[in-house]
């Protein structure tokens, strides 16, 4: 059975970390990529950042760059998001999903076969 756990949101003040995990099972983690998503109520589903559990490269998107780091460790099947300078704007659910990966991660959430079940994540001002 496929499972995308995530684990480490909560309440944090503007300026704050934290840092957010996603831990894989039931998959050969090594084909898929692992990508990071959020929803902010009243919004789509956009993407946050992806890596490639083969090679580890990496993208993110624009509003994240500088300030979110995404890193796999293989050993334990597990992707990591850490967030720094957090910002109001960043309150969302944040799902963890994998692609199975055929090119270089990208962020269409459509291209991705399994999704965890989210965590919360609120910054506030």
């Known amino acids: 059975e496929v499972q995308l756990v995530e684990s480490g949101g909560g309440l944090v003040q503007a300026g704050g970390s934290l840092r957010l995990s996603c831990a894989a099972s039931?998959?050969?983690?090594?084909?898929?990529?692992i990508g990071w998503f959020r929803q902010a109520p009243g919004k789509e589903r956009e993407g946050v950042s992806c890596?490639?559990?083969?090679?580890?490269?990496?993208y993110y998107a624009d509003s994240v760059k500088g300030r979110f780091t995404i890193s796999s460790d293989n050993a334990k099947n597990t992707v990591y998001l850490q967030m720094n300078s957090l910002k109001p704007e960043d309150t969302a659910v944040y799902y963890c999903?994998?692609?199975?990966?055929?090119?270089?991660?990208?962020?269409?959430?459509?291209?991705?076969?399994?999704w965890g079940q989210g965590t919360q994540v609120t910054v506030s001002s």
């Open positions: 999903a994998a692609e199975f990966l055929l090119g270089l991660p990208g962020l269409e959430k459509g291209a991705y076969d399994y």
């Open positions: 039931g998959f050969t983690f090594d084909d898929y990529a």
């Open positions: 890596i490639s559990s083969s090679d580890g490269s990496t």
